[in-house]
């Protein structure tokens, strides 16, 4: 069983920051690749960020101002997110893609909640 828990989510002003962390717990042999998608009311999930080894992968609609990283002795994913605009305003979503013994798996986190006002 594999747990990812979210945090760091919550109401910002416009131009605001926030910053998300994600981690991951249970019978993990190794994370292929870890992200965030976001879902807003009415929408469908999007991918926002994505890191793989050294590479990392951005949604055009948060590249330069949004930053992946991520601690692999941890388990942990980050997304530093500056310059928040009232558009994403979502719950965020922690992906993980786990190889448990032999099997690999996609892993999701409960969610958390950003709000961002004009």
């Known amino acids: 069983q594999v747990h990812l828990v979210e945090s760091g989510g919550g109401a910002v002003q416009a131009g605001g920051s926030l910053r998300l962390s994600c981690a991951a717990s249970g019978s993990i042999s190794s994370i292929n690749s870890m992200g965030w998608y976001r879902q807003a009311p009415g929408k469908q999930r999007e991918l926002v960020a994505l890191?793989?080894?050294?590479?990392?992968n951005y949604a055009d609609f948060v590249k330069g101002r949004f930053t992946i990283s991520r601690d692999n002795a941890k388990n942990t994913v980050y997304l530093q997110m500056n310059s928040l605009k009232p558009e994403d305003t979502a719950v965020y979503y922690c992906?993980?893609?786990?190889?448990?013994?032999?099997?690999?798996?996609?892993?999701w986190g409960q969610g958390t909640q950003v709000t961002v006002s004009s």
């Open positions: 992906y993980a893609a786990v190889r448990v013994q032999i099997t690999i798996g996609a892993y």
């Open positions: 890191i793989s080894g050294g590479l990392r």
